[in-house]
């Protein structure tokens, strides 16, 4: 089965630039998707397609991909970015999703 | 505005079942793939099933295929899950989302399952 690779942990100064990345097969194939988590919360949807935005999403969150691996890119950090991230991708030959295992993100 | 409500969860004894339900409303109900997603407690999403926006197709993720059944009413507005021999590992937060493409725009606040004797 497909699975995608995220690092458990990435933190990131108040104001900087942080890419979180997302490795995994399925990705050559299909754009991954991302999603923010705070505690308690459900996930929110910030960045599919190529690098598309539902409403109500800052710019400063962008996604792109080069071969197996999706990014998402958070320019200017914001203290209430401070969240967990997870990947999506379809695999397209079973039609099954997979999340990655997630990225929590510390703004210091 | 659109909302999904998921109801069911609960508490459940290992080896039994348990129905989640998830209400949409404030969009096209039929015209959107539905997929249910759940979070065990401290542990990351996990998707679980989705069904295509006409009913027709179905698709379970390996850990829970030939327990867990996905289904849908066009005519209500809900999606379902029927969850079969329950056990420890099954106790999670379980979400319903909508299917944008590839994406999961909208979801459901979660609902708790405990699976405990």
């Known amino acids: 089965s497909s699975e995608l690779t995220q690092d458990p942990a990435v933190s990131v100064a108040l104001g900087q630039t942080v890419r979180i990345p997302c490795q995994g097969d399925?990705?050559?194939?299909?754009?991954a998707s991302w999603y923010q988590q705070k505690p308690g919360q459900a996930p929110v949807l910030v960045s599919y397609?190529?690098?598309n935005h539902p409403p109500g999403i800052p710019d400063r969150f962008s996604g792109s991909r080069s071969g197996n691996t999706a990014s998402l890119t958070i320019t200017g950090a914001q203290a209430e970015d401070e969240a967990d991230y997870y990947c999506?991708?379809?695999?397209?030959?079973?039609?099954?999703?997979?999340f990655g295992g997630g990225t929590k993100l510390t703004v210091l | 505005q659109v909302q999904l409500v998921e109801s069911g969860g609960g508490v459940v004894q290992p080896g039994r079942s348990l129905r989640l339900s998830c209400a949409a409303s404030?969009?096209?109900?039929?015209?959107?793939?539905m997929h249910w997603v759940r979070q065990a407690p401290g542990k990351g999403l996990e998707w679980l099933a989705v069904?295509?926006?006409?009913?027709?197709?179905?698709y379970h993720a390996d850990s829970v295929r030939g327990r867990f059944t996905i289904s849908r009413d066009n005519s209500k507005n809900t999606v379902h899950v029927q969850m079969n021999s329950l056990g420890a590992d099954d106790t999670a937060v379980y979400y319903c989302?909508?299917?944008?493409?590839?994406?999961?725009?909208?979801w459901g606040q979660g609902s708790l399952v405990t699976v405990s004797s």
């Open positions: 404030g969009f096209t109900f039929s015209n959107y793939d």
């Open positions: 999506l991708s379809r695999d397209i030959y079973t039609n099954h999703w997979v």
């Open positions: 399925s990705l050559r194939d299909s754009y």
């Open positions: 989302a909508t299917g944008l493409g590839d994406a999961f725009d909208y």
């Open positions: 397609y190529k690098n």
């Open positions: 069904m295509s926006s006409d009913g027709w197709n179905k």
